[in-house]
């Protein structure tokens, strides 16, 4: 198996949240040499030279460049840690008869009957009392804890006719059957923290597919996982950064939280984090402010969100002329309202990418009778003032519990991100 298909694999499995997401960047990142930046000090960055910052979940990986930044601008490519999915509300565990459940609330769009009877794991954070000082920690139960069943057929026989779950009263999660006394998640989350259940002070906590990502079709070739939307992006964004080895130009790689829930968050893309971090950038490299302007009007953002695939089942729903093919390679996205950031000028530079880099490359644009998502490349594009590429690999099922992707898009991918930051 191909090294970063192992390390993607890897990467998913230990990710079930964008919580855990952030802390496999980070270990990654540090174990390939990368310092940590705290926002609270003053920054000494020299040329050459490799750092990290994180706030809250989201992280930017800098590579500086050896040539002045005024003159080469900054090699961005940016992409989110958060996936679609259902949140466990704080305090809504309750008893009725011998089932304990709890409340969910729908986090993004996901599509809801995928997590209908499925083994289903629980990951977040939460927020513990030491005695001297209360601490945010990661929380992953490890272990297949609940479940949303179906009624039976003979109990709703217009199941398969769009059945519609409400969102209130259907979606709230079994964990557990029998007698209990106090509140059984919470003794289930200090049991893993290995504290009591009194020092818990809050929980903020996810379900997520327990199944392990996979790979699979009769060559091997396909990719089976949650999260891949977007997680995928994020695995080749960082793979590539990594990778990075003494450019000319300030490479960096930008993996937000909150894209699912619009981005306007204290992390998002709507958020200050990426200007702050490039005007320090440039005012610790010694630009005065004109330089830096000088910087951001010479830079370009590759903005990294998987595609929708070509799907068989499905041929009324693509625009046949711009409908990409499973591992046909990486996806330029297009869109008249800027929904995604491309235009001619960006989308060349993209494609001289892959050819350069020797890959094929498709195009994708909705039908005009559908919507299509939104991505962080416009929001950045937007605050900045530089030039987007809104890119992607093709996927099936977005938004499900259980997505598909090709393990050649994704290699192709990192290859055409590499060649970006070399």
């Not at 993209?350 to 644009?365: N, S, T, W």
Request: glycine share 8%; with cysteine.
């Amino acid at each position: 198996m191909n090294n970063y298909i192992r390390d993607l694999l890897s990467f998913l499995d230990a990710s079930p949240t964008s919580v855990q997401a952030s802390q496999q960047i980070v270990k990654r990142l540090e174990e390939r040499g990368f310092a940590a930046l705290d926002e609270g000090k003053k920054w000494k960055l020299k040329p050459g030279t490799k750092y990290y910052l994180q706030r809250e979940t989201s992280v930017v990986a800098l590579v500086t460049g050896s040539q002045p930044l005024a003159k080469t601008g900054f090699q961005l490519a940016a992409a989110h840690i958060d996936s679609p999915g259902l949140k466990l509300k704080p305090s809504s565990l309750k008893t009725d008869g011998n089932v304990a459940r709890v409340a969910m609330e729908v986090y993004g769009g996901p599509i809801i009957s995928s997590w209908i009877d499925r083994e289903l794991g629980i990951a977040g954070r939460a927020a513990v009392n030491y005695g001297k000082e209360v601490r945010v920690v990661p929380v992953d139960l490890q272990k297949p804890v609940a479940v949303i069943p179906n009624a039976a057929i003979h109990l709703n026989r217009e199941v398969n006719n769009g059945f519609i779950y409400n969102k209130q009263v259907h979606l709230q999660a079994i964990v557990d059957v029998g007698r209990q006394e106090g509140d059984p998640l919470k003794a289930a989350v200090a049991k893993s923290l290995k504290v009591k259940p009194e020092q818990i002070v809050e929980l903020e906590l996810f379900l997520y597919d327990f199944a392990k990502a996979a790979l699979g079709g009769l060559q091997g070739n396909l990719l089976f996982s949650g999260r891949l939307d977007n997680l995928g992006m994020s695995h080749a964004i960082l793979s590539a950064i990594m990778a990075s080895d003494k450019p000319k130009a300030t490479c960096a790689a930008v993996l937000y939280d909150h894209e699912e829930i619009g981005s306007e968050t204290r992390q998002g893309a709507g958020s200050s984090m990426l200007s702050v971090v490039l005007d320090r950038v440039g005012i610790s490299l010694g630009l005065d402010a004109e330089e830096r302007h000088l910087a951001l009007s010479n830079s370009f953002l590759i903005s990294a969100d998987m595609a929708h695939a070509y799907h068989p089942s499905y041929p009324e729903k693509y625009e046949q002329s711009c409908s990409p093919v499973m591992n046909g390679g990486p996806v330029i996205k297009w869109q008249a309202g800027h929904k995604y950031a491309t235009t001619a000028a960006s989308a060349q530079r993209f494609a001289a990418l892959c050819e350069a880099a020797k890959v094929p490359c498709q195009k994708f644009m909705m039908r005009s009778d559908l919507l299509c998502g939104s991505t962080v490349g416009p929001i950045v594009s937007a605050q900045l003032g530089i030039p987007v590429v809104d890119v992607g690999d093709p996927l099936w099922a977005m938004h499900s519990a259980r997505e598909t992707a090709g393990v050649e898009d994704h290699l192709a991918m990192i290859k055409v991100l590499t060649k970006f930051y070399s």
